[in-house]
Each structure stands twice: as C-alpha cells, then as structure tokens.
C-alpha cells in the first residue's frame, strides 16, 4: 500500500470492555512497531515485532495490553478491561527491516484514538 | 533509563521569524530521527543524522548533530504558516530500534 494504515480511525468504549486496534503496515517493511501517544507528548514506544515474532515488548505497560503479528504483515494491538488512563491515539509505524539497522526510517499511521468513558 | 529532552517546549513566533529547537539525550545515540507532527496528525519523518557534527539542510530547515552525538538541533529560517506543528527529535535505544521520542517542542506561527 501506499503508506501505513490504521483502523478504525477513532474507537469509544466503555471502561472494562475490549478493544482490538488494527495496523496494515507498508507492503515489503518486516518491522512493525506500535506506540501510545498521549495529549501533548511525544509516541511512547509499546511493542516491536521483527516478521511474525514480538522483538522487543518492554513497553508494554502491563499484562492487559496485547499484540500480535501472526502472518508477519497486519498486527492487532489489544487490549482487555480498558481503563480510562488507556485513553491515548495509538500509532503503528513500519521500517523496511528492522534489527537494530540505524539508519531505517519508521513511517506512521494515521493512529487509532481511543477513548475510554 | 534513556532520556530525551527538547527545549523550549512552546515556541510563538511571527512569520518570517526564524525557529530553533534543541534535543539532548542523556545517552550518546547511534542516530537522531527528526519528526514533524502536525495538529492532530501523525508523526512524519523528515530526517536522519548518523554522523558526528553532521548538518544537513532541507530548503528551510538546517538539522544538526552534537560532536558527542548526544545533542541535536532543528533550525527553520523564515518561519511560514505551513511550518506550524510539533517537532519531535527521536534517538533509538543503544543496538535496537526502539525510537526514544523527545518531549516535543510545539510552534505556532502568527502571519
């Protein structure tokens, strides 16, 4: 595709409920990172997958945040028994290859925003 | 843990007015990515420094890497309205690509 996509685009749900975010990364980019950004800071990196495996999930901010990348393209963030401190866009961005090679560029999504009530 | 900081963190200025924001990170970083993000947008990557005092121009904006490549700086001359958003430098964690993001530094530009 022609850039990073993200859907939906805005998400409301109800504290407790589930939620799932989509990211359809650049076509070809084996690296997929998801982040959290919330009112006036910069992206907070969650999770990384290198292919179809989470590289590096240091971010993510406790056992009620998931992801998974199971065909190594599209991934879903998910998260259980939402709390109104999740509410925050949630960015996906891609990279041609990852693993650990400075100089790739991640590009970004649109970001899903999700609110919490 | 890997901190980055930028300054100042709100920036208002008069068009044609020249702009100038400042990162540093407490660790010393393989490269510096810099994002523009616009009001409600997404991050959008504009350039990459890996080099030791490198300076790189794009048209209006000059980009530069400390010598200890633990600074970096985003110059724009002749501030437009177009050039209004967040500016977000952003360095990986040493041997990864997890991107440590700066705080930010927001212009607004008044015609």
């Known amino acids: 595709g022609a850039g990073v996509s993200q859907t939906p685009s805005n998400k409301v749900t109800e504290k407790g409920k589930y939620v799932e975010l989509r990211c359809d990364p650049i076509s070809g980019h084996t690296a997929l990172y998801w982040y959290r950004q919330s009112l006036g800071q910069g992206p907070e990196f969650l999770i990384y997958f290198q292919g179809t495996g989470a590289a590096d999930d240091s971010g993510l901010p406790n056992d009620r945040f998931f992801a998974v990348r199971p065909e190594g393209s599209v991934s879903t963030l998910k998260i259980q028994r939402t709390e109104r401190g999740d509410s925050a866009v949630y960015l996906c961005a891609s990279s041609l290859n990852g693993q650990g090679r400075v100089t790739d560029t991640q590009y970004f999504g649109p970001g899903t925003r999700l609110t919490v009530l | 843990g890997q901190q980055v900081m930028q300054i100042p963190q709100y920036q208002h200025v008069q068009e044609g007015e020249d702009f100038t924001t400042y990162c540093n990170s407490s660790?010393?970083?393989?490269?510096i990515q810099w994002y523009k993000q616009r009001p409600g947008g997404h991050p959008v990557f504009l350039i990459q420094l890996v080099k030791s005092g490198e300076v790189k121009k794009q048209k209006r904006l000059t980009f530069q890497f400390g010598e200890a490549k633990k600074n970096s700086s985003l110059h724009i001359t002749a501030t437009q309205t177009t050039d209004v958003g967040t500016y977000f430098c952003a360095g990986p964690r040493r041997n990864t690509d997890k991107l440590i993001f700066g705080t930010g530094t927001r212009l607004q530009v008044f015609p």
């Open positions: 660790t010393t970083l393989s490269n």
